[in-house]
């Protein structure tokens, strides 16, 4: 590129806990514009279904409108909400109703609810929408959706036939549910989940053993949870004669991936590639000269489908270089140069702890990119 390049795409990934994927963007694009003014720089922030992701939509489409309303939190208070809606499509955040900073101080995944997502599925269905997009991460909740199942019209039945309201601590008394309400109310709608995690339902790598103790459980705790993940497989199995446990993302957001399958007849489906396809990232990098992608790490977990390798691949289609500017590099990053990504650059310029790096991640990266730029363009 002795000459430069006169159209490239940013397109990151938050670097947890220093910048928003907003913020790098901004970064990067004043960085290539101060020694390529010409450039047309398209930016796209990412988030991959946690917290943000809905305002990545925002940012990146102009026609995306931002519907607020009012739904219920993880203990059943009213919270301000919103999600994104292009024409018919509704792009719905959990974490709005159910994420973590929601119990900061009294996180108990036993108690905790979805009932707010599955209102605010309900808001944009009855307001015309028929495409739902849910973006899964962050959660607080180990319910398995039926929270958001129950708002939605399910009914859940204990073993006497008497109608309940179960917790995520009550899941085992589930006999039965009736779904027929939430397949009327959807009938007409596509339901996806944007999952990035591939853990089961239950068991060691499900649910509850992996992502529970981060919410506020003890290990009693997790094991109940997870016993009652378990047993309401077994009910779903009995009642849908269809086994959801072992569904690659059915242990997303406290099992919620489970639920959505189960329950509202939805779909999981890799959190960048729905963010790809609504962005229509294909269109906007076919006459592209380079990508400019990042993440926190990258590491081994990054190459099973997160936000630097869901990119890369598309780019790898195009034949379009991809450079992959990162805060910090991991064991088996290497496998990414396999996957399309053309080269990676930390931004930690002297060895030190993250505790004190990350109060220089904005200058850190500036001054990456300032030497990414400059050698492209000798």
């Avoid at 189960?262 to 963010?275: M, N, P, Q, R």
């Amino acid at each position: 590129m002795k000459n430069g390049f006169k159209k490239c795409i940013v397109i990151p990934d938050s670097f947890k806990g220093t910048l928003s994927s907003l913020d790098v963007c901004t970064i990067m694009k004043e960085q290539i514009l101060f020694l390529q003014p010409d450039c047309n720089v398209i930016t796209i922030p990412v988030a991959d279904g946690g917290e943000g992701t809905v305002d990545c939509f925002l940012y990146a489409m102009e026609n995306m409108r931002k519907i607020e309303m009012t739904a219920s939190g993880p203990f059943g208070e009213p919270v301000s909400c919103y999600y994104a809606r292009y024409q018919n499509t509704a792009i719905i955040e959990m974490a709005q109703t159910a994420g973590l900073p929601l119990v900061e101080g009294q996180m108990n995944p036993a108690k905790t609810t979805t009932y707010g997502t599955g209102e605010m599925i309900a808001h944009a269905v009855r307001n015309g929408c028929n495409e739902i997009i849910i973006g899964l991460g962050g959660s607080c909740t180990n319910d398995a959706g039926v929270g958001a199942a129950r708002a939605l019209g399910v009914d859940f039945f204990d073993k006497e036939g008497n109608l309940f309201f179960p917790e995520a601590d009550t899941l085992s008394l589930i006999d039965s549910f009736d779904i027929s309400k939430a397949n009327q109310l959807l009938k007409k709608c596509s339901i996806t989940a944007m999952c990035d995690i591939d853990n089961p339902m239950y068991g060691e790598n499900g649910a509850a053993y992996i992502f529970a103790p981060q919410k506020g459980a003890n290990p009693e705790m997790v094991a109940l949870l997870d016993r009652n993940l378990k047993a309401l497989s077994k009910t779903i199995e009995n009642c849908l004669n269809r086994d959801v446990s072992k569904i690659p993302g059915a242990g997303a957001a406290g099992a919620m991936g489970a639920g959505i399958v189960a329950f509202l007849g939805g779909s999981l489906k890799s959190g960048i590639d729905t963010v790809l396809d609504i962005v229509k990232f294909d269109d906007l990098t076919k006459d592209a000269d380079i990508i400019f992608t990042g993440e926190g790490k990258i590491d081994s977990q990054s190459i099973r489908g997160k936000v630097v390798i869901g990119i890369s691949k598309r780019a790898q289609k195009q034949n379009i270089p991809v450079i992959a500017v990162v805060g910090a590099i991991g064991k088996g990053a290497e496998e990414a140069y396999h996957l399309g990504v053309t080269s990676i650059f930390s931004i930690n310029r002297t060895a030190t702890a993250f505790e004190e790096a990350r109060h220089h991640s904005k200058e850190n990266l500036a001054g990456t990119m300032d030497s990414i730029v400059r050698t492209l363009c000798i």
